[in-house]
């Protein structure tokens, strides 16, 4: 289809559209169909609807786009091999789909756990279920974009959902602080990314993935730098997105301040976007500059392994300690990454699934201790919680062990498959320092067990009653629980056969 | 018919899934029930593949089945499979039978028991391990489950832990059978290295890439792993004192099942065990002296349980024997026939302990005869069996071991044969000391007191054991090439490998009559001595009765020195030195993040210099690489 302009503009070249894949893109656009179709249900009715609606019709929405995904899977693995749709724009292939699975799984799990927290708060309306879809069709996006400009668009729409989300908690006012700080970095970093997205496309000549790396792989530049700097502004802007040391600095604040699911959310999503466009734009159109971006990755790997595990060590507030936890995590992910290998890519993919699913069940119970105000975040209030809520404590202590990376859990082959792969690829000194930051990032999850199973009801003082009365006294919905027994049921069970998603992350990266 | 293999093991996990969520609520005695239940249908499962099998053509009685792929890492692919063969059907036969009456005699004998749901629950955990250990397709998960099987025999040695004792002897039979596991794991290492596979269909299609030492080096690392779970020379005070757990315990794990696992293992690798003769003699030789100094210690022992526990060490002892002369169908007869007749042995010493109240001394029994009719019955057809009396079955399958012997290694033979009368002495004196005499168990009771027998739950599974004991020798006869129908059906496992004796029918009549000898002069030695006599301290040498001091033996020589050892890496090693360093490492990354803290300070600003900081670095870097 071309549109002819009039006047002025017919000077310029006729703007081109290339025509519309749905196909392709369904599961985005299920997410985006029913952010809009809450929006209108709410000016629908003149009494809201019960939260409970909008969690139910979410939590649809997210299977619906994990069936959709797998189709397009069955299509693309056994009837048609990957493809790339609207001029090159959208890339159908077993990478974007695995992403796509992973937000729709992250986002069923967090609509289930955060109904009883809107409740309990008093957030009312669509919007907060609304914007979640949003977030999540962006981050579907930028795992399946296959131009520079769908990765800032899917970024984009990702990010500013994200932003409101954190600030939705509009009683306490960290999460307002939240949302600002949050906000304005974000806006530092795109600008910083767009920045990149142009000097690439000045030395290229193109934005799209797959003609970066042809034209590359054709053409000698005599001078690189544009091109050089470009990239180290595109992985600048990434990094901030994983939240990768040092610049990181906004994640303990905001983690902290942001409504507790919303963080669970954001530190599954978020960072699962931001790798699945980073993995994409360096291995695709960055192949050939590998040697290049290596060492910076190399870098940014230690500083995070690192950063995220000392920090965590010191933090008292378990909420902010995850949030150091996911930084190492990140850094985790940015060992598969650095090797450049397809067994990096199978080990970062892996790792980024079973993660989802342990992050968002630890921030689950965290908002469940948290209580009314979402404040009880203290090492303090959850001693003894194995003696008031037996299976609340058990559940956080299988979600810590395999953060830790404890055998029989998703979280040790995790750790395994990156550090392999790191070896694999010669960077022993990596390797290392990977098995040593786990090492030390045991010690902060052991901690919160400690508390947890330490110090019974008769050995306590007036002060630590209190807390016990207050744990006592917690409530776990039911939608709650079952959000819960699954995150753990697939923490554990794919942590004893592992083979199904080994397999999905292998075949993912076989249909890059 | 034969594909509904995969529930053989899965029934009792099935059980112990069960049992772990409801077995507590369920309770006495129904939480027993369920897991008898579950057993008793594996062996309904395993008896309809043992007849698809048999149906099938003796060439065709093999096959595999991979449930699933636990995980592919590499090369490395692990799959569950199982493998179903003459081999291991039917010693999955066996195991379920005897398990399912077994598990129906606990209800009876566990009835009392505080912890009765948790004593089936470990149970049926032990059968599906054993299963596993016994169906599986490759060497790992045969390890898998010989640690599972380990792993319940710990708990249940240590079931009433309450008991420093048992506790004790649970840490003991683990630390044991952990000696032993390292040679398995060795093995496994060894072998996957050369072939990287560790499925026996793999493993037996490359032998050729083996040379010989490394045969022989497999299958010696393998025979370590045999020696600590089958209790043999030198591992084996760990099963005497396993007795401390409950008796229907002692004889599922510790006699029928378990501790065959080794000569089961030994048996499975067989083409390996062909290739390296030295191998097999070293295998023969340990088996026929841990048989005979197992005797003789059996001999003085007054624990009712003990004798039984020591006969066991010595039966196995035979097994190994047999294994080593290359008898393998002789070794499977004589694990089944000991499995009924030790089976049977060990209930009915559960039926006398508990008439007298849970005294275990011999000593303290006698003239039990007229109180436990049953059990008495069933006793005079274990004992007359192990004695080697015919027709009973353990003097066809100890006889079967002992032409094999003959042909063999002669000089073995001897010592096997003068251990078939020191076995028809000691089970003899046993017999003597329990049912008949003097009721030496009056003193120690009120007086009025009269032991009794249990129910049909706890006569039941006497009589077909006693039936199966009796009778179970006529699936293997001598002296006509058509009568050994299991040598037959297991045939196809063995081929090429198997050891044929050239001693001629004249040969096995005459050793058969010496067997027959040696009983009969086993028995009538005691008879003389303990049938008019229950006290006679100078055929009871401490020397024997300590086991011929060998636990004395590892504690001066590893237990004192491994103590001062351990206190010394206790206090100066770890807490100085590694503690130190934990510390230390913890202590600079506590100090280094409290610093960096510092950075953290809250305001935007400075977020936003650390990230233009790091974006400049990152161009500074870009810059250095323009060219």
Redesign the interface.
Known sequence: MTLHSTGLLATLAPVHIPPLAYSAVLPPVIMIGMALFLLLLSAMFKRQPNTGVYTALTAAASLGAIAASLVLWHYISVRHGPYTAMEGAISVDGFSVLVMVLVSCALFLTALSSDGYLRREGVQGPEYHALMLLSTSGAMLMGAAGDLIVIFLGLEIMSIALYVLAGMDSKRRESGEAA??YF??GA??SA?FVYGIALTYGATGSLNLAQIANYLSKNVLI???LL??G???L??GF??KIAAV??H??T??VYEGSPTPVTGFMASVAKAGGFAALLRVLLTAGDVLRL?WQ??IWVLAILTLL?G???A??QTNVKRMLAYSSINHAGFVLVGVEAATRQGVDAALYYLFTYTFVVIGSFAVVSVVGGKGDKAHNLEEYKGLSATQPLLAAMLALFLLAQAGIPFTTGF?AKFTVIAAAADSHSYALAIIAMLSAA?AA?FYLRVVFYMYSSSPETSTAGSMGVLRAQAALKVPATMAIALGLAAAFTLFFGI???PV??FA?KATLLF | MLHIAYLIPLLPLAGFLFLVAFGHRLGKPKAGWIATTAVALSFVTTAIVFAGLFLRQPSDRSFTQTLFTWMPVGPLHVNFTVLIDPLSITMAAFVTGVSTLIHMYSIWYMDHDEQFSKFFIYLNLFVFSMLVLVLSGNLLFTFLGWEGVGLCSYLLIAFWFDRDTAATAGKKAFVFNRIGDSGFLLAMFLIFSKVGTLSYHGIFARLHRFSPEEITAIVLLLFLGAVGKSAQIPLFTWLPDAMEGPTPVSALIHAATMVTAGVYLMARVNPLLHLSPDAGEVIAIIGVVTAFVAATIACTQNDIKKVLAYSTVSQLGYMFLAIGTGAYVAAIFLMIAHAFFKALLFLSAGSVIHAVEDDQDMKQMGGLRRFLPVTYITFIVAWLSIAGVPPFSGFWAKGDILVNAFSRYPGLWVIGVVTAALTAYYMARQFFLVFTGSSRWESAHPAGFEPHEGGWIMRFPLVVLAVLAGFGGFVNLPFHPQWNFLGRFLAPVFQGTIYHQSVGVGGEWGLALTDVVMAAVGIGIAWRIWYPQWSHPSLEPAFLQRSWMVDDLYDAVIGRPGAALASFAAVVVDNKIIDGAVVGVGKFSELTGLVLRKLQTGFVRNYALGITIGLVLLLAWMASRVG
């Open positions: 600002i700080k304005i970095l530092f970093s910083v001078s690189n730098g050089l700097v990239l180290a502004l992985v600048v990094a901030f040092p610049f600095m906004w303990p604040d290049d060492p910076m950063g595990a000392i920090l060590l010191v082959l030390i010690f056969v592992p083979a080994i397999d292998h």
